[in-house]
T-cell receptor, first 118, second 114 residues
């Protein structure tokens, strides 16, 4: 079974440009999450999709960030226009709908996209 | 607000035990986790502990939770070079099965030398 895949693995862009990150969750996983780690700091929650709906977008930094998940499959995270402080590693994670009341031990992370804004 | 803190670096000799510490501020945390990130890889769940537990052991890993002090630790026995990675502490107070929104620490980079 394929894991969570993210594309690209690295992106280097100039300030003011637009970048789109993609995440393909594990097939059948309704929950999809975006997290971000700015250099040397903690990993921060950005938002949570349940299928195609945004369940929680409280972590989105500002309106330069737009996340979509049309059709409830893969998701994109667009940054437009990119700023220097957007540099970091963007992680995507997915999980199956939880009905057992257990922990998130079934949360799977992708290897991340390293974004560098120059 | 919620905050999770970790020391940034730890260096240990191969074969020794490693202890990675974490403190958190949210007293309503229900689950606490340890994730491992190897170079170029995603986050891998190592172990977790419920807030009503004090200790959990899983092979070479021992998790200790002091709820009073809001302190979590991960002990790795017989540390190997393959244990070199970044270790993240994380917590959630969301009801299980509702969301996987995690509050992470800054990560501790563990370096194991021969």
């Amino acid at each position: 079974e394929a894991g969570v895949t993210q594309f690209p693995s690295h992106s280097v862009i100039e300030k003011g440009q637009t970048v789109t990150l993609r995440c393909d969750p594990i097939s059948g996983h309704d929950n999809l999450y975006w997290y971000r780690r700015v250099m040397g700091k903690e990993i921060k929650f950005l938002l949570h999709f349940v299928k195609e709906s945004k369940q929680d977008e409280s972590g989105m930094p500002n309106n330069r960030f737009l996340a979509e998940r049309t059709g409830g499959t893969y998701s994109t995270l667009k940054v437009q226009p990119a700023e220097l402080e957007d540099s970091g590693v963007y992680f995507c994670a997915s999980s199956h709908p939880q009905g057992t009341g257990e922990t998130n031990e079934k949360l799977f992370f992708g290897s991340g996209t390293q974004l560098s804004v120059l | 607000g919620e905050d999770v803190e970790q020391s940034l670096f730890l260096s240990v000799r191969e074969g020794d035990s490693s202890v990675i510490n974490c403190t958190y501020t949210d007293s309503s945390s229900t689950y606490l986790y340890w994730y491992k990130q190897e170079p170029g890889a995603g986050l891998q769940l190592l172990t977790y502990i419920f807030s009503n537990m004090d200790m959990k052991q899983d092979q070479r890993l021992t998790v200790l939770l002091n709820k009073k002090d809001k302190h979590l630790s991960l002990r790795i026995a017989d540390t190997q070079t393959g244990d070199s990675a970044i270790y993240f502490c994380a917590e959630t107070h969301s009801p299980p099965g509702i969301t996987d929104k995690l509050i992470f620490g800054t990560g501790t980079r563990l370096q194991v030398f021969p």
